[in-house]
């Protein structure tokens, strides 16, 4: 089973895209990663993505999908996949059209109001990493190994608002795409992460039938 999974900014596609590549015993492949094991493997694909990421610059589309390309040949990937937040755009959706087969594009569905309550009332443990929720805290400690907890610098209002207006704007041009090839499924994400995996396993569940 190969899948898309879609969502605004903040709406936990990376939680659900590993939770999802457990249960259906999937590859979970995201661009970000993808990028930074080319660079750490010297995989040659025309460009030197290194001085790109090094300048925050966008790595061109090409270049990503040869990426992909090369990745989805790999062993681990024989039983299917999950693409953890790409394609964005329409044009990048476009590109993978030549070689990804996809059975379903799932969409987090989360709404504006929903998130920012969320990242604004987050905090992550310097000890162990973990991401909290506030009303978890015990005296602004974290609850799992004790350790002092700080607020991400880009969990703010404004930082959140751009980001959440850029992917309106980019995705849903590429939503009505996958719409109208049929295979999207909207799943509401305004929940709990296992409230929002049920809900997900159920339609999964209905594809691979
Ligand atoms: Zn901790």
Do not use: W
């Amino acid at each position: 089973m190969n899948i898309v999974l879609l969502g605004p900014p903040g709406s936990g596609k990376g939680t659900q895209s590993k939770k999802i590549a457990e249960r259906y015993n999937l590859a979970h492949i995201s661009t970000g990663d993808l990028l930074r094991d080319a660079v750490a493997n010297n995989i040659d694909v025309g460009i030197d993505i290194k001085a790109y990421l090094d300048v925050g610059k966008l790595v061109p589309d090409e270049v990503i999908s040869k990426l992909l390309q090369i990745r989805l040949s790999a062993e681990d990937v024989r039983n299917g996949y999950i693409l953890d937040g790409y394609p964005r755009t329409l044009a990048q959706a476009y590109l993978l059209e030549s070689f990804l087969r996809l059975d379903v594009v799932l969409l987090l569905d989360a709404d504006y109001k929903y998130i920012l309550n969320r990242i604004t009332t987050r905090s992550v443990c310097s000890g162990c990493k973990a991401t909290l929720s506030d009303s978890q805290l015990i005296n602004n400690l974290c609850p799992i190994c004790g350790s002092t907890t700080f607020k991400r610098s880009d969990d703010n209002e404004q930082t959140f608002s751009k980001r959440f207006q850029v992917y309106e704007e980019l995705t849903t041009p590429l939503i009505d795409f996958y719409k109208t090839k049929g295979i999207l499924k909207s799943v509401d994400g305004n929940g709990g992460v296992e409230e929002i995996f049920d809900k997900i396993k159920v339609i999964l569940d209905g594809v691979t039938k």
